[in-house]
């Protein structure tokens, strides 16, 4: 009891650091994996195994590396360190920007969390529709947004695109943590019958929450109050841009490439969530 009575008492600056801390020791050893991950490629692999392997077709190419995170499942923190390093090692700068978007999310960890998740909140059985309904959108959603903006990206080259730069993890991960703490995000709950509100709002909670791809369906899942079009918004898009995401890429890619990622997903996933999510429901069948 004594131990206890020495504790210092809560203060604002208290909850940021350990926010701060949370999130770094959630982030970091992920960070360390993609960077182990670059090493091994830089190291190992050879400099035309990629040219052998896909597709000579660029388009073709782009749309087989929407799939990379089912073989090379990482979630967001983990992928941004890699994709330079497959760059050079002569991977297709339209295919490392869509392994990029689409491995966080097309991944078997994330399909496993997101099933797991509107199961348990929903109270449904694995065979009913609904817990699937979630996850199919998902990841064929994020696959989608992924393949697009790799397509697009076709017209660059990488010296237009890439720069030579690194790391702001830090910086966005306290932005994030003052966030968390400081701003009541219960707010949200005001827009949330508001179907125009409703999706933009969920995406901008996505960018400053930086949640994992792996845990965020289980923030999502009880948010009972928004749709299921605008919690899919929020899973498609947070694990393609948040504010530690903003600063990683930043150290990638120049400037006017990461503004224009921004704008470019949160319209695109904006517009797309809707439509997506009441055609998953109205195709998929129950057993």
Partial sequence: MIFLADLPAPSRMGDILMAFLSIVFEGAPYILIGTVFSGIIDAFLPAKLLDRVLPKSKVLATLIAGFLGLVFPVCECAVVPVIRRLVQKGLPLSCAVTYMLSAPIMNPIVAISTLT???????????????????????????????????????????????????????????????????????????????????????????????????????????????????????????????????????????????????????????????????????????
């Fill in 117 to 287: 998740a509107f199961k348990e909140f929903q109270g449904l059985s694995w065979a009913t529709a609904g817990n699937a309904t979630m996850t199919i959108a998902r990841l064929s959603l994020g696959y989608l947004v992924a393949v697009i903006v790799g397509l697009v990206v076709l017209r660059f080259k990488p010296g237009q695109v890439l720069r030579a730069s690194m790391m702001y993890f830090a910086i966005g991960v306290a932005i994030t943590s003052v966030f968390n703490t400081q701003i009541n995000q219960g707010l949200l709950n005001t827009v949330a019958g508001n179907d125009w509100l409703a999706v933009p709002s969920l995406m901008g909670l996505a960018i400053v929450l930086s949640l994992c791809s792996t845990s965020d369906a289980f923030i999502a899942a009880p948010m009972t109050a928004f749709s299921m079009a605008a919690k899919l918004a929020f899973l498609v898009f947070g694990p393609m841009m948040d504010i530690k995401l903003l600063f990683m890429y930043s150290s990638v890619f120049q400037r006017k490439v990461v503004v224009s990622l921004l704008i470019g997903l949160f319209i695109l996933i904006g517009l797309l969530s809707g439509p997506w999510m009441n055609l998953i429901q109205h195709l998929y069948i129950k057993p």
